[in-house]
């Protein structure tokens, strides 16, 4: 219950809030970089449009003996002047292209000057000293590098924080992130920890990132008399990586239903109308059915677009999709015994430049034992002794489409190419297409071969059984000239799909749960991280 009203009271503050916030952060991007001193070099990228104010401004409060001694901004490789102390009443003319530090009583406010009012990106740079705590047991940073009550709700968040001179794994660092609904991993390629927003913040949202280090990697003067179960255990409070569920109580379940009835008639859908349109390039209303197979057929970038629209509601719906195109590749065989369907694997594998359908294929041979034959249940209790290899998976699922979209140039810098927003208004549209069968007397059974691509987009969609039964009505020989199976087989074949597609969800959802609740990396906490240092609330534009 607490965090049902979390969730929905987070969701309504940030819809009220959206019309109030001053101008727009499309992106924040930081890199914070460990020395063996323990001091951190900040490095922040601020992806903005400015509509009022005179300047931009980040706050560090709670600084304890944390230092911030200089501050370097620029835009567009053009270096911001350095004035030292900074005069927030100067004019917008006076304060373009410079910046400078206020000093408070318990921390500091870096600011430039914006120059102009519209769209920006600005580069920052400073030092924190002792940032690196050294403790009894352990080192450890605790930090809150994105504070709440920003002017405006940023879309997207990413931290990475890495070691200049050692690379940090599991075996030397365990993480934790709170603030905000996101992920927490460990980057094996570059020895970082990265946190990555999934989801727009509200006004509330925050990145408060605490990490633990073994003796040794640093030599921080900053010491402290206080174990990490400390530290750790003040940031657990009120988090959910705590074991300790509160009870529903009336008020609780009272607060969980104002809070519902609030949302309901207040979140006005606003913000996220306006993220639809940046990934779909016209309103939703404008929108209407298509025939195309958008992204020329690539289910990657198919999966990643729905889930960057909020579309994503069937789970690990890639998987039952994927398993389609296995069967109609001759890569799995469809066995009947009874009622009861199996899938037996033949001779013929996947093609290897597709990782997923690859690596999906080898856990269910895997799970399949010595006989081939991937029986019911036997994937189910083959993931849960592998819950890792199976999280893994679910985890390139949704990065592996965003990585091929850059690579082609359909994502520049987060954001959609025209073409690419053209493919995902296809996505959306070939949709309807698929719910739409009032032309099927145009189409005859020679499009056979085009509807088994159609039916793993249904499975894509989470529809394919909806979609199945239609076609099966309307023309029935030609789903089994689609298909190869008559519709019962199908429909088994399509459950089938679907169960191992939860099994999949759900082992994920669990080995993230179980991981991040060890510092492991996995899912982020929005409550919770008590007792950081720095950040504080506001910031942005004023």
Known sequence: MKRLIISFLAALTFTLA?????????????????????????????DV???????????RRNLGDIRI?????????????????????????????????????????????????????????????????SLQDYDCLHLQLVSPGLSAEPERVSVSIRASEVALTTSNTRAWGFGFEGDCLFNEENGSVEYRSSSRFSSRSSVIALLRFDKGMFHSPSVQDRSFDDVLETA??????????????????????????????????????????SI?????????????????SDLAKSYYTLKQLGEDKKGSSLAGALILRMIYNGELNVVKKGDRVDLAFTDRTPDGSDRLASNLYDMMLRASGEDRVLQDKEFSRWSSSHQKQVSDWAQDCAQRGKL???????????????????????????????KDFTLISERGSEQAELWREYLVYAALYGIASEVAKQLHDINPTLLEQATSYDFDTLDQVLWRSR??????????????????????????????????????FGGGSR
Not at 85 to 108: F, M, N, P, Y
Not at 280 to 296: A, H, M, N, Q, T
């Open 18 to 46: 959206a019309f109030a916030s001053d101008g727009r952060i499309r992106e924040i991007d930081i890199v914070l970089t460990l020395n063996p001193d323990g001091s951190a070099t900040v490095c922040e990228r601020w």
């Open 49 to 59: 449009r400015v509509d009022s104010g005179t300047e931009w401004y980040l706050v």
């Open 69 to 133: 001694p200089t501050l370097s901004v620029s835009e567009n490789g053009g270096q911001f002047r350095y004035v030292g102390e900074w005069d927030i009443d100067k004019s917008l003319e006076q304060k373009a292209r410079t910046c400078g530090i206020v000093h408070k009583s318990d921390g500091v406010e870096l600011c430039w000057g914006v120059g102009s009012y519209g769209d920006h990106i600005f580069d920052v740079q400073y030092t924190m000293t002792n940032a690196v705590k």
């Open 236 to 277: 657990l409070e009120g988090s959910s990586y705590s074991s300790d569920e509160e009870d529903d109580s009336f008020l609780g379940v009272l607060l969980g239903f104002l809070a519902i009835i609030a949302g309901v008639f207040c979140l006005t859908r606003f913000a996220v109308k306006m993220h639809r349109k």
């Open 280 to 296: 779909l390039g016209v309103k939703d209303s404008e929108i209407g059915w298509c025939r195309d197979i958008p992204f020329s």
């Open 404 to 434: 091929l979209m850059a690579q082609s140039g359909e994502l520049r810098g987060g954001k959609y190419s025209p073409e690419a927003q053209l493919q995902a208004r296809n996505l959306l549209g070939f949709r309807m297409f698929l």
């Open 499 to 536: 169960m191992l597609s939860r099994s999949i969800t759900n082992t994920a959802a669990s080995y993230a749960q179980a991981q991040a609740s060890k510092g492991l990396g996995g899912s982020t906490s929005f409550g919770g991280g008590g007792g950081f240092s720095g950040g504080g």
